[in-house]
């Protein structure tokens, strides 16, 4: 029996069981990401110098020695509470019990209760049929009891704005007057309305933590807000970068070059540490050890002009600098280096590397207080 035609078969398919798993799968998976970020915004590409230096950056090797990958490490969450929904209640287990904030949120059903008291109010008030005197006595009573609960609570104009916005009800100037708040308010009095939060967990609770915490605000109907917060997360902690990279950062890299080793720093968010420092870039590519420092990091003399000038003749105001002990002088003395354009495109690349806006599959992290700063929360 002829066999040649099924080996033939077998092999073929055993083949491309390879190829659908190195080549067509992965390419499935990378393939499908947008630069939709879902909030109305979208990833943009490099364009211009920064898309140059792109090239710059690979031919120069320089991702041998640097990465762009902020690896993610522990979070816990801080939970906010920015809204208290109109009916439901929460409870103070919800909270966690004796927290330094919970009066504020004492004082935001306070103002529910004033609001929806001068709400009654005016309804006995208008009312064209079956009218009773009674009726409006005890809604006048009941809104005066309202607002003198919200007086006692004692609590600063701060306090009671955060309240105010926490709970979600507008007040007019003369309720307003009578609870103690300005009759108008200024800029900041409406920011702190509008951005009225209350915290009620540090920021180093893990999520199995506050689970039933963020049930109970669920059941209640609050409006919340869950900001990640590094707890033992090493490149958000020394502030390599704001968040984890992911794939979709390098989505319109023209050959993405996450790096491999860390002999250098991390790159991932270098243009938010290069803001207004372009000539400190420059000698630091230039020449790393030019500030007097050493470096591991070789020259890259050639990416640059070098120009012979006399001892009196006055520096270029282009030049490249360095400042030692106060002292301004030519990055390499003797001569006036400026940037050729490959240089200059290759900082306007380094630039565009940021990780400090939010990404859906990756938020900003935040780093917890320095007080509290490496400890877990029990
Ligand atoms: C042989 C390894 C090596 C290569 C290749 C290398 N670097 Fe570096 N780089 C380092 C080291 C080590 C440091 C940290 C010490 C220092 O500041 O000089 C550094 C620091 C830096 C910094 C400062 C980082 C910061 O966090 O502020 C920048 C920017 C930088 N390198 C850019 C580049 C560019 C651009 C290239 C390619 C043209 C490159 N490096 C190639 C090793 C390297």
Not at 67 to 83: E, H, P
Not at 210 to 228: G, H, N, S, Y
Not at 248 to 276: E, K, T, W, Y
Request: aromatic share 6%; proline share 5%.
């Amino acid at each position: 029996m002829n066999k040649a035609p099924l080996v033939f078969l077998g092999v073929l398919f055993t083949l491309s069981l390879s190829w659908w798993g190195m080549v067509y799968s992965p390419a499935i998976q990378l393939g499908g990401e947008t630069p939709d970020k879902g909030d109305g915004t979208a990833l943009k590409p490099r364009v211009g110098l920064a898309r140059q230096g792109e090239q710059v950056y690979r031919e120069n090797g320089c991702y041998y020695c640097h990465t762009r990958t902020a690896t993610g490490g522990q979070f816990g969450y801080k939970l906010q509470i920015t809204r208290l929904d109109l009916n439901g209640t929460i409870t103070d287990s919800a909270i966690g019990g004796a927290d330094k904030m919970l009066p504020v949120i004492k004082q935001a059903y306070r103002f529910k209760a004033v609001a929806k008291a001068a709400d009654a109010l005016k309804t006995e008030l208008g009312k064209t049929e079956g009218k009773s005197d009674a009726a409006i006595k005890a809604a006048k009573e009941a809104k005066a009891t309202a607002v003198k609960e919200v007086k006692s609570a004692e609590l600063n104009l701060e306090k009671n704005l955060k309240a105010l916005g926490i709970s979600g009800v507008s007040l007019d100037k003369d309720l307003s007057l009578e609870c103690g708040l300005p009759a108008e308010k200024n800029a900041t009095q409406k920011k702190l309305v509008a951005n009225a939060q209350v915290t009620i967990t540090s920021g180093i609770k893990q999520w199995s933590d506050i689970e039933a915490k963020v049930k109970k605000l669920k059941a209640a109907k609050a409006r919340f807000r869950l900001q990640p917060v590094a707890s033992d997360w090493p490149d958000r902690q020394n502030l390599v970068a704001m968040r984890q990279s992911v794939s979709r950062d390098f989505l319109f890299d023209a050959h993405a070059m996450p790096g491999v080793m860390r002999i250098g720093p991390d790159l991932s968010n270098v243009g938010g540490r290069l803001i207004g420092a372009d000539n400190d870039a420059y000698a630091h590519i230039y020449n790393p050890q030019s500030t007097g420092k050493s470096s591991h990091m070789p020259p890259y003399r050639y990416l640059f002009h070098r120009k012979k000038i006399t001892e009196d003749e006055a520096l270029p105001t282009t030049a490249i600098t360095v400042t030692i002990k106060g002292d301004k002088r030519s990055v390499e003395p003797g001569y006036a280096v400026t940037p050729t354009a490959k240089a200059r495109a290759l900082l306007a690349f380094l630039k565009s590397l940021r990780t400090d806006s939010a990404l859906p599959e990756a938020p900003i992290v935040e780093q917890a207080a320095a007080t509290s700063a490496g400890t877990r929360e029990k």
